[in-house]
């Protein structure tokens, strides 16, 4: 068992590492300049915490946050923010010279193929290999800069699932945020896709880094480890008020409404109401997912009131429930003794009750 763990970790992080290359060489191949290898170096990062998961935690993960997600978004975001701020990009506008280059670099694939039957087996692969790097080339790059984005996102799903899960987070409420994320990505990639497909974006330069930040900042969720957890808030809790009691009962509720709000659907929210009405950009898909976004808000909004009626409610009846306890016959209000009189006052003016006495008139049970 500890060395499946310790594989599922080395393997998720290595796809990271891999993914995060192959988006630094689309770099390098857009922007004609070598230099650009220099994002790769980004990865050193991952591959520290690699080694330090491994030797200190036994590749198991970390209490309510993953570095292993969030050193992966160093590593391949730089890479994505490059794609799409090209000012150069090929926007497959001609078919019929992509469907050209397509057909002669198949017909250019499969002679090689003929042509090396007979040749030595590892010559062979390698320049297989080298016609197949050259038919992803000819791939236009806004075809490439999609596939990145929907790769990044699926990686993300697929390596949280893969990770070892820490201390913080069982099994059960690891599929729930799974299926949490998957609905999270979705939205996430028509943001990006179909808002900066607009060419009123694309002229506007500002906007578009806009675009690009609330994307990153929506990405930060992904390495939490926020799952929906039912806590039993012990007394000491109760006694501090509503406040106390209410952020102790719904950490983790309040923790996912104010991502929902403030990471996501809040800002996919404004930007896409800022698209439409300053920027006259309105489509059927930009609508709709402003509606979903602003229906999730007060939805959210909705849960907070209930949650928060909810434990106000049960913060009465707890401190109902002490008050009886305190005015229960036989305590110092059923007495009308003061708490002072228990504590220091004098016992002269206690009450106690004659049946509690024991009856002394008739002493023939006692012995001489």
């Keep these: ?3 499946l763990v310790l594989l599922n970790a080395l393997a998720t992080r290595l796809l990271f590492v891999l993914h995060s290359l192959v988006g630094v060489w689309r770099v390098t191949e857009v922007k004609k300049e070598p230099w650009y290898w220099l994002l790769a170096l980004l990865n050193l990062l991952l591959l520290l915490e690699t080694a330090l998961t491994l030797k200190f935690k036994r590749g198991r993960g970390y209490k309510w946050f993953s570095p292993a997600i969030f050193l992966y978004l160093i590593s391949i975001v730089p890479s994505l923010w490059l794609l799409e701020m090209h000012h150069e990009t090929q926007y497959c506008s001609s078919q019929s010279e992509g469907m050209s280059q397509n057909t002669s670099s198949k017909e250019d694939f499969n002679q090689t193929l003929m042509s090396h039957e007979q040749t030595n087996r590892a010559d062979d692969i390698i320049k297989t290999a080298r016609v197949f790097v050259n038919n992803l080339s000819t ?5 490439w800069t999609l596939g990145l984005h929907q790769t990044f996102l699926l990686m993300l799903i697929i390596g949280r699932w893969l990770l070892p899960i820490g201390g913080g ?3 059960d409420q690891l599929s729930q ?3 949490l994320f998957v609905g999270t990505a979705a939205d996430i990639l028509e943001f990006t896709s179909d808002t ?3 060419q009123n974006v694309r ?3 500002s906007l578009v880094y806009a675009i690009l930040i609330i994307w990153t900042w929506s990405m930060l969720q992904f390495p939490l480890d926020l799952a929906v957890k039912y806590v039993m808030c012990p007394l000491s809790v109760t006694s501090r008020g509503f406040p106390s009691l209410f952020f102790c009962q719904y950490s983790a509720d309040l923790w996912n409404i104010g991502i929902s709000i403030f990471i996501q659907d809040g800002p996919f929210l404004v930007v896409r109401l800022i698209l439409m009405t300053y920027f006259k950009v309105i489509n059927q898909m930009l609508v709709f997912f402003a509606a979903k976004n602003f229906l999730v808000v007060v939805l959210q909004l909705y ?3 209930v949650l928060a009626l909810a434990v106000r409610t049960s913060f009465r009846n707890q401190r109902g429930g002490l008050k009886e306890q305190h005015s229960c016959p036989g305590g110092p209000a059923a007495s009308g003794a003061s708490p002072g009189d228990w504590d220091g006052g004098s ?8 049946q509690a006495l024991p009856d002394t008139s008739d002493d023939s049970h006692l012995t001489p």
Excluded at 139 to 143: Q, R
Excluded at 347 to 354: S, T, Y
């Design 347 to 354: 016992k002269e003016g206690l009450a106690i009750p004659l």
């Design 203 to 205: 002229n506007s330069p």
């Design 303 to 305: 849960r907070l009131v």
């Design 139 to 143: 791939v236009c790059e806004k075809v």
């Design 196 to 198: 900066l497909e607009e």
């Design 1 to 3: 068992m500890e060395g």
């Design 177 to 179: 945020l799974l299926l």
């Design 169 to 171: 987070i069982t099994r």
